[in-house]
């Protein structure tokens, strides 16, 4: 899910028709570890969307993709970025 925040979230599960709502909400920013490149390149967020790797493919050009892989390369691998998560746990009682 994107695009919403805490608040987006306690709308939807009073709008739901729940009484008793609680929200634990963590959120980190910290240097990110080095990654190898083969790993992230083959990686998806999750089953149903396409790897790093397909999605490259699919929308640019050969020459873009490379230009892209020049770039991204060496920072995914050196650890030069920052590691931004935000997590939620919402549950409710009706």
Known sequence: MLDFDERDLLRLA??????E??????ARIKPAE?????????????PKIPT???AVAEVLTPAE?????EHMRP???SGERIERMAIAHLWGTT
């Open 34 to 46: 080095p990654m190898r490149w083969e790993v992230m390149w083959a990686t998806s967020g999750n």
């Open 75 to 77: 920072r995914l691998e």
């Open 52 to 54: 790093l790797g397909e």
């Open 14 to 19: 009073t709008d739901a028709g729940f009484s």
């Open 65 to 69: 993709a490379e230009r892209f892989v």
């Open 21 to 26: 709502i609680h929200l634990d909400f963590e």
